[in-house]
Protein backbone atom coordinates (compact mmCIF):
# COMPACT_ATOMS: atom_id res chain seq x y z
CA UNK A 1 0.00 0.00 0.00
CA UNK A 2 1.33 3.34 -0.62
CA UNK A 3 1.49 6.07 1.90
CA UNK A 4 1.14 9.89 0.76
CA UNK A 5 2.59 12.44 3.39
CA UNK A 6 2.19 16.42 2.67
CA UNK A 7 3.63 19.71 4.11
CA UNK A 8 5.54 22.70 3.40
CA UNK A 9 9.10 24.29 4.32
CA UNK A 10 9.08 27.82 4.46
CA UNK A 11 11.72 30.12 3.66
CA UNK A 12 11.87 33.73 3.73
CA UNK A 13 14.37 35.04 0.92
CA UNK A 14 16.36 38.16 0.13
CA UNK A 15 14.95 38.59 -3.25
CA UNK A 16 16.34 38.05 -6.45
CA UNK A 17 19.31 35.89 -6.81
CA UNK A 18 19.11 34.25 -3.18
CA UNK A 19 19.87 31.14 -3.69
CA UNK A 20 19.05 28.73 -0.65
CA UNK A 21 19.82 24.83 0.07
CA UNK A 22 16.67 23.22 1.18
CA UNK A 23 18.26 19.63 1.25
CA UNK A 24 18.54 19.30 5.06
CA UNK A 25 14.81 20.68 5.10
CA UNK A 26 13.83 17.86 2.74
CA UNK A 27 15.27 15.10 4.40
CA UNK A 28 13.93 16.08 7.75
CA UNK A 29 10.42 16.36 6.26
CA UNK A 30 11.36 12.51 4.74
CA UNK A 31 12.16 11.84 8.37
CA UNK A 32 9.10 13.31 9.65
CA UNK A 33 6.75 11.13 7.33
CA UNK A 34 8.30 8.00 7.46
CA UNK A 35 8.14 6.55 4.26
CA UNK A 36 11.25 4.80 3.59
CA UNK A 37 11.05 3.81 -0.77
CA UNK A 38 9.06 6.03 -3.24
CA UNK A 39 9.44 9.42 -4.33
CA UNK A 40 9.74 13.03 -2.94
CA UNK A 41 7.74 16.07 -5.17
CA UNK A 42 9.20 19.63 -4.50
CA UNK A 43 6.93 22.36 -5.79
CA UNK A 44 6.94 25.76 -5.70
CA UNK A 45 3.51 28.17 -5.63
CA UNK A 46 4.13 30.79 -7.68
CA UNK A 47 6.01 31.97 -10.80
CA UNK A 48 8.81 33.91 -9.89
CA UNK A 49 10.55 31.06 -7.73
CA UNK A 50 12.02 27.81 -8.58
CA UNK A 51 13.97 24.41 -8.03
CA UNK A 52 17.31 22.52 -9.04
CA UNK A 53 20.28 20.70 -7.79
CA UNK A 54 23.66 22.33 -7.62
CA UNK A 55 26.61 21.60 -6.02
CA UNK A 56 26.05 24.05 -3.37
CA UNK A 57 29.22 26.26 -2.95
CA UNK A 58 30.60 30.29 -2.87
CA UNK A 59 32.01 29.70 -6.68
CA UNK A 60 28.28 28.93 -8.30
CA UNK A 61 26.57 30.87 -6.09
CA UNK A 62 28.25 33.25 -8.11
CA UNK A 63 28.21 31.98 -11.50
CA UNK A 64 24.43 31.06 -10.86
CA UNK A 65 23.50 35.27 -11.20
CA UNK A 66 25.91 35.52 -14.04
CA UNK A 67 24.85 33.24 -16.07
CA UNK A 68 21.36 34.15 -15.85
CA UNK A 69 21.74 37.74 -16.14
CA UNK A 70 23.51 37.11 -19.26
CA UNK A 71 20.64 35.35 -21.01
CA UNK A 72 17.80 37.01 -19.25
CA UNK A 73 19.69 40.86 -18.44
CA UNK A 74 17.26 42.56 -15.52
CA UNK A 75 17.56 45.81 -17.54
CA UNK A 76 16.03 44.89 -20.53
CA UNK A 77 12.46 45.88 -21.49
CA UNK A 78 9.77 43.35 -21.21
CA UNK A 79 6.10 43.12 -21.83
CA UNK A 80 4.92 42.18 -18.36
CA UNK A 81 6.83 44.90 -16.93
CA UNK A 82 4.20 47.07 -19.02
CA UNK A 83 1.60 45.31 -17.93
CA UNK A 84 2.05 45.12 -14.62
CA UNK A 85 4.61 47.84 -13.80
CA UNK A 86 6.46 45.50 -11.06
CA UNK A 87 9.74 45.35 -12.76
CA UNK A 88 10.00 41.51 -12.59
CA UNK A 89 9.54 40.41 -15.86
CA UNK A 90 13.03 39.00 -15.97
CA UNK A 91 11.87 37.09 -12.67
CA UNK A 92 9.32 35.62 -14.02
CA UNK A 93 10.93 34.30 -17.50
CA UNK A 94 14.03 33.07 -15.36
CA UNK A 95 11.93 31.13 -12.97
CA UNK A 96 10.34 29.31 -16.14
CA UNK A 97 13.39 28.58 -17.69
CA UNK A 98 14.42 26.32 -14.45
CA UNK A 99 11.01 24.80 -13.78
CA UNK A 100 9.02 24.98 -10.56
CA UNK A 101 8.77 21.35 -9.24
CA UNK A 102 11.65 18.31 -8.52
CA UNK A 103 10.97 14.50 -7.85
CA UNK A 104 13.62 12.80 -6.25
CA UNK A 105 13.67 9.20 -5.56
CA UNK A 106 13.35 8.08 -1.82
CA UNK A 107 15.38 4.74 -0.93
CA UNK A 108 15.84 3.60 2.72
CA UNK A 109 14.99 6.68 3.96
CA UNK A 110 17.31 8.72 2.12
CA UNK A 111 16.87 11.28 -0.15
CA UNK A 112 18.70 10.19 -3.43
CA UNK A 113 21.10 12.48 -4.48
CA UNK A 114 24.89 12.30 -6.03
CA UNK A 115 27.47 13.24 -3.40
CA UNK A 116 28.11 17.04 -4.24
CA UNK A 117 24.19 17.47 -5.56
CA UNK A 118 22.20 19.33 -3.43
CA UNK A 119 18.34 20.76 -3.75
CA UNK A 120 18.13 24.48 -4.16
CA UNK A 121 15.34 26.81 -3.93
CA UNK A 122 16.27 30.07 -6.73
CA UNK A 123 14.38 33.29 -5.96
CA UNK A 124 14.29 35.49 -8.66
CA UNK A 125 11.19 37.79 -7.67
CA UNK A 126 13.06 41.51 -7.19
CA UNK A 127 12.00 41.59 -3.85
CA UNK A 128 12.23 39.71 -0.42
CA UNK A 129 9.44 37.28 -0.31
CA UNK A 130 8.14 34.59 2.40
CA UNK A 131 7.91 31.37 0.30
CA UNK A 132 5.96 27.85 0.85
CA UNK A 133 7.85 24.61 -0.98
CA UNK A 134 5.01 22.26 -1.05
CA UNK A 135 6.85 18.75 0.31
CA UNK A 136 5.00 15.67 -1.18
CA UNK A 137 6.21 12.05 -0.34
CA UNK A 138 4.62 8.95 -2.05
CA UNK A 139 6.00 5.59 -0.99
CA UNK A 140 6.15 2.95 1.43
CA UNK A 141 7.04 2.95 5.30
CA UNK A 142 8.71 -0.40 5.36
CA UNK A 143 12.10 -1.23 3.22
Excluded at 31 to 59: C, D, H, M, Y
Aim: aromatic share 8%; proline share 4%; glycine share 10%.
Amino acid sequence: MTDTYFDYIHLHTRGCDHVINITDQLQEQVNKSKIRSGQVLAFVPGSTGALSTVEFEPGLLEDLPEFFESIIPKGKSYHHNATWGDGNGHSHVRATLVGPSLTIPLAEGNLILGTWQQVVFLEFDNRNRDRRIAVQILGTRSG
